[in-house]
């Protein structure tokens, strides 16, 4: 049995951003959270997310 892991790259409320430079670079926004997102492909049941202020955020994750 294979178990998949539950990250943001595959989260219905994920979305990408182009930056629109000469790099092609991106930004992950969340929009539940409405912070931005780093590490997009860890396992999100292994690491919890904060705000600046220390107030953890409340992950709605569905799969696409």
Do not use: S, W
């Amino acid at each position: 049995m294979i178990k998949m892991k539950k990250c943001c790259a595959d989260c219905k409320y994920c979305i990408t951003i182009p930056r629109n430079n000469k790099y092609g670079d991106v930004d992950h926004l969340c929009i539940v959270t409405d912070y931005y997102i780093g590490n997009i492909n860890r396992d999100r049941n292994k690491i919890k997310i904060f705000t600046p202020g220390g107030r953890e955020l409340e992950c709605q994750y569905e799969q696409k």
